[in-house]
């Protein structure tokens, strides 16, 4: 029985098209997963079917829920519907759920607003819904306020919220992009429960090809507002037949030509690293100090490539912040180049590691120019004008841009430039480390392919050594030769890539692995 | 919340010792001498000497410093030296005056400014809002006395609704007190209600393009009930902020509207000390303004813990 029908979809938002001509069908009980990057509509489509969309938007075409012409109703009817017919979960769980109320309130309230039989009533049945969504109270208190509960676990609010009157669909735009591995697999593993028990329609959002297929039913695959090619999961085995699509699933595992790395001599030597924060100050003294970095011991090669995988919380950050000499360490030693790596050291040791940071928008300050942007590390090791001007335009034209952007601003630029003129300035002072945290991780899997073969070609140009600070297996398996795997601060397992990928030897590790989500080996592309 | 009610306290203690040790060294202690400064050029020798005996400007600094903050713990302010009568009276009375009319204004300003920027934030960028905008740009612009002048002429010559001026005082009863005060609240609660309307509709703007309004609206919540449930109380903070300086500023900056209605307020108190040079005064009076300021930062960070529970989490 055809749950949700979207028949001809267009959408404009002032005067804008976003969506054009899309069609898709999801029946009860049935796993729809929507593929596709930023931009294509994927999301637009979800919040047409809640008529959750801005003042501009204008819709045509139609869309039918549980019977309902979505497109005709007033906004009462509207309110109605969502929450009780549709629940929708979203992709940022620390920002989706109100700071300032118990979290069984806001569960409870999607009871009250739709099924009113007093407070006590809808805090019990919040309970059942939290308890469904693997939160139950005896272990997490209703009362509870969203600060005291991780990223997974307010998404488990989110889903409660979502699914407490049972409703017939439930959309999850992007539900566990913003999450660990292992938290991704629990809610995806989740969802898929709560459809299956409720007979619920689950229209699945992502870009992410791996995590759809471990969970749907059928996909459509999204571009510039059209449904480009719909079907069975089976497709991504047995063959797409859109350019686009095939073009989506190479790039999601894409594998850039690499040479490999050299037996240079060590360029960074990291001996029992020991990073504590102190406690927090209180009437009785200080609360113990909490260890982030725990006796982490390691060495890079010039020319290798090294990858750092582990979750949020486990340290890479902090570690990343000590072997750039921005914060002091409590025991242990960071050499550079044979010197000490230390927060005093000298301009010259600097610019010989540089970084590149996850947001590629955030970093850079938007009212300069892109060559005051590249041109910013040469502070660290001052060239004469135009050396700098001639470098900065090296730089550019390494990465693929053209020597012209120079007097560009960056909002000029797509995500993927913006990446890249991050990387130009990582190499203006042509240094031996390059330190990429999460370099990738923000970029549509197409711009992610291109950026990791621009770094894979960099390398074995300029003989640069990369240390890859990733949460992405998939990431790190395509760009690194070794892998050290960090938990709580320590290192637990370390060695060549392919090898701890597919015969690792710890439990995280192989826990690690066994949560990311993989694509089905076929025919691909 | 325990804690954060101690941490608080205690900064208000430190706050109110380091206004004393301030206001202490400005009046006392930076060069010249304050009886000469407040006799004049032409003074008497013995009268001099007499004065500086009466401010007790005979013992060393710590001395001095420990007797003035021990007098007024024990609510002795000294005496006034133009009005020989003693400085904690004449406060108290003025405070009769100036206190109710503080809050008589700032409730004025919060029920117009609540309403007011609560309809422009739920009609944002149309004619409602655009009105809104225009009234509350005008409030701004516009002087208070200048309200008051044209209050006066309406209300208290025109219709007679109202005394021009004067305060009947509060033996008189409770409405023979508030009613002598409406017209200068109005006039001093018509700018600050401009102020906090806009305040008000911009922090629930940004309440409103949050995410869990979202969420809120994909749960069946209307706009209207999204607003009032979610974001309202979201955007408390910013509006609390600016209640609390209103207050203070309201508690000693209406000297002219308290010439405009001729009201026995502090600010005129202070006008007159110091027009008259007389430092006793002067420095008691700002000493209980700062305290009162401190009191209601002390009540607005209270406040912000009750609206929000992360930071009754983090202290």
């Not at chain 1, 982490?296 to 090294?306: A, C, M, N, W």
């Not at chain 1, 923000?442 to 390398?459: F, K, N, P, T, Y």
């Not at chain 2, 629930?204 to 749960?219: C, G, H, P, W």
Request: glycine share 8%; charged share 20%.
């Amino acid at each position: 029985m055809t749950l949700l029908a979207i028949d001809n979809l267009h959408m404009a938002i002032a005067g804008h098209p976003v969506l054009r001509g899309v069609s898709l069908e999801l029946a009860a009980g049935e796993v729809l997963g929507v593929i596709g990057e930023s931009g294509s509509g994927k999301s637009m489509t979800a919040f047409a079917v809640m008529q959750l969309l801005p003042d501009a938007a204008r819709c045509s075409g139609r869309i039918t829920l549980a019977g309902r012409d979505m497109l005709a109703l007033d906004e009462p009817a509207l309110c109605a519907m969502r929450g009780r017919y549709v629940g929708m979960v979203f992709q940022e769980p620390m920002t989706a759920l109100n700071p300032l109320q118990t979290i069984g309130d806001q569960v409870a309230e999607t009871i009250r607003i739709h099924d009113d039989r007093g407070q006590d009533d809808a805090l019990r049945r919040a309970a059942d819904a939290l308890t469904r969504a693997e939160l139950p109270p005896e272990r997490f208190p209703m009362t509870r306020y969203p600060h005291e509960l991780s990223g997974g676990q307010r998404q488990r609010v989110v889903i409660a919220m979502a699914i407490a009157l049972r409703p017939r669909l439930l959309i999850a735009d992007e539900p566990t992009t913003a999450l660990d591995v292992t938290t991704q697999a629990q809610i995806l593993s989740l969802l898929a429960r709560l459809a299956r028990e409720d007979g619920m329609g689950l229209m699945l959002i992502s870009h992410d090809l791996a995590v759809v297929a471990g969970l749907a039913d059928r996909i459509a695959i999204m571009q510039a507002g059209q449904v480009v090619e719909q079907g069975p999961v089976s497709l991504l085995t047995r063959g797409l037949t859109h350019p686009y699509s095939r073009a989506l699933l190479a790039a999601s595992t894409h594998q850039p030509a690499r040479d490999g790395g050299d037996d240079g001599d060590v360029i960074l030597r990291v001996r029992d690293v020991v990073r504590d924060y102190p406690g927090r100050r209180t009437l009785r003294g200080r609360a113990p100090a909490f260890r982030a970095v725990d006796g982490v011991s390691f060495d890079i090669r010039r020319g290798e490539s090294l990858g750092l995988v582990g979750e949020s919380g486990c340290g890479k950050s902090t570690l990343t912040r000590a072997i750039l000499g921005l914060e002091p360490v409590q025991r242990g030693s960071i050499t550079f180049r044979g010197q000490a790596v230390h927060p005093a050291m000298g301009n010259d040791l600097r610019a010989g590691m540089q970084v590149v940071f996850q947001d590629p928008y955030g970093s850079f300050n938007p009212r300069w120019r892109v060559d005051r942007l590249v041109a910013e590390p040469f502070h660290l090791a001052p060239v004469a004008p135009d050396v700098a001007r001639h470098r900065v335009a090296e730089a550019l034209e390494a990465v693929g841009l053209r020597a012209s952007d120079m007097q560009k601003y960056i909002h000029e630029f797509s995500g993927g430039q913006r990446q890249r003129i991050a990387i130009a300035r990582a190499l203006v002072t042509r240094p031996d480390l390059i330190l990429l945290d999460e370099a990738v991780s923000a970029l549509d899997v197409s711009v992610r392919a291109q950026v990791l073969d621009l770094l894979a070609d960099l390398s074995d140009r300029l003989g640069l050594t990369y240390l890859f600070i990733s949460h992405d297996l998939t990431v790190v398996r395509a760009i690194t030769d070794r892998v050290m795997v960090m938990q709580a601060g320590r290192i637990v397992e370390t060695g060549p890539t392919a090898q701890v990928l597919t015969a690792p030897q710890h439990p995280y590790t192989r826990a690690l692995i066994a949560a990311a989500p993989t694509l089905p080996t076929g025919d691909a592309a | 919340m325990l804690r954060y009610i101690l941490k608080r306290s205690l900064s208000l203690l430190v706050s109110l010792l380091i206004a004393s040790v301030v206001i202490f060294a400005a009046v006392e202690v930076v060069p010249g001498d304050p009886a000469s400064y407040m006799l004049g050029m032409n003074a008497q020798p013995d009268t001099l000497a007499a004065l500086r005996d009466e401010l007790g400007l005979n013992g060393s600094l710590i001395q001095r410093y420990l007797g003035w903050v021990g007098g007024m713990l024990q609510g002795d302010f000294g005496v006034s030296y133009t009005y020989r009568t003693p400085v904690a009276g004449m406060v108290a009375d003025r405070l009769a005056v100036s206190l109710p009319l503080a809050i008589y204004a700032l409730a004025l300003s919060t029920a117009i400014a609540f309403p007011a920027g609560i309809w422009a934030a739920a009609r944002r960028g149309r004619l409602g809002d655009t009105m809104v905008m225009g009234a509350t740009q005008l409030g701004v612009a516009v002087p208070n006395f200048w309200f008051a002048m044209l209050m006066v002429l309406v209300f208290a010559i025109g219709l007679r609704w109202f005394p021009a001026g004067g305060f009947a005082g509060w033996d008189k009863g409770l409405w023979a007190g508030l009613h002598s005060l409406t017209l200068p609240a109005i006039a001093l609660a018509l700018p600050q209600a401009a102020i906090l309307t806009r305040v008000m509709r911009s922090a629930l703007i940004d309440a409103l393009s949050e995410d869990y309004i979202r969420t809120a609206r994909a749960k069946g919540l209307t706009r209207g009930q999204a607003l009032r449930r979610h974001a309202l109380r979201n955007a408390l903070i910013p509006v609390l902020t600016i209640i609390g300086m209103q207050f203070s500023f309201l508690l000693a900056g209406a000297i002219i509207i308290e010439n405009v209605f001729y009201l026995p307020g502090l600010g005129r108190l202070i006008f007159q000390a110091i027009s008259a040079r007389d430092l006793i005064v002067v420095e008691s009076v700002v000493m209980i303004l700062v305290f009162g300021v401190i009191v209601v930062n002390f009540a607005v960070d209270l406040a912000y813990a009750a609206v929000d529970p992360r930071l009754r989490a983090r202290e």
